[in-house]
């Protein structure tokens, strides 16, 4: 129609993501994320107010992180025929001191079990640092937040 502004539309494409992972509030700080048939709590430390139920958010980041790596790690030892028993992995971030709150620095520590031979070490570094939590920070997806009514 004459006069009339054209149609507009604000609804956000669907896209199939294939993986979901739903949060919802449990009481103060404390939230319930669901990832498919599991359940984990994140919270928040007393001094920042929560109740300390459970770690927070960023050190689940941290988390990810190094049980990623961790992953790798063990898949590499079984397709060499080794052990896993006795394979660590350590993760250490820092906060940055500046807006906006964000981890400024993580570290992670592989300690490989007992019996892995010394020249294998190299492959091991290079398969954990290609982990998929690793390389999905080194190449930041896009992430949109909506907020609906």
Do not use: K, W
């Amino acid at each position: 129609m004459a006069g009339t502004a054209p149609e507009t539309s604000t609804t956000v494409p669907v896209r199939d993501f294939g993986h979901v992972i739903d949060v919802t509030h449990v009481e103060g700080d404390a939230y319930a994320v669901d990832v498919r048939d599991h359940r984990l709590l994140v919270d928040q430390p007393l001094d920042a107010g929560g109740t300390d139920t459970a770690p927070t958010p960023t050190e689940l980041f941290a988390a990810s992180l190094a049980t990623c790596v961790a992953f790798y790690a063990g898949r590499f030892l079984h397709r060499h025929g080794l052990a896993q028993t006795g394979l660590r992995v350590r993760a250490e971030f820092t906060m940055a001191p500046d807006r906006p709150a964000r981890v400024d620095a993580v570290h992670i520590v592989v300690s490989p079990p007992p019996g892995l031979p010394p020249e294998r070490l190299p492959a091991l570094s290079a398969v954990v640092s290609h982990c998929t939590v690793h390389n999905t920070l080194r190449q930041p997806p896009e992430i949109a937040i909506e907020v609906v009514p």
